[in-house]
């Protein structure tokens, strides 16, 4: 993966929280780190979000609100 241009936590707060529940809504879970960014590179997510979600701490996501979380702990 790129290296993204601005700091992960800068790229987290300009995520659209409404986006990435919309891109998870049809997501099979629980998923891990690896299958989500798979999931979302399939489905033509930004760079800016794949670089957020190799950045999420490694675990299974159960819910689109996970990933919420996870992302808001990076933006600080």
Same mark, same amino acid.
């Given at each position: 993966m790129a290296v993204p241009s601005r700091p992960i936590s800068e790229i987290a707060r300009s995520l659209s929280p409404s986006e990435i529940v919309d891109l998870f809504r049809e997501a099979h879970f629980p998923a891990d780190r690896a299958q989500l960014?798979?999931? +979302?590179?399939?489905?033509?997510?930004? +760079?800016d979000l794949l670089a957020v979600l190799d950045s999420i701490p490694a675990g299974i996501y159960h819910s689109p609100a996970?990933?919420?979380n996870a992302i808001s702990a990076l933006a600080g």
């Open positions: 960014v798979d999931y +979302a590179r399939d489905h033509f997510a930004s +760079a996970q990933i919420l």
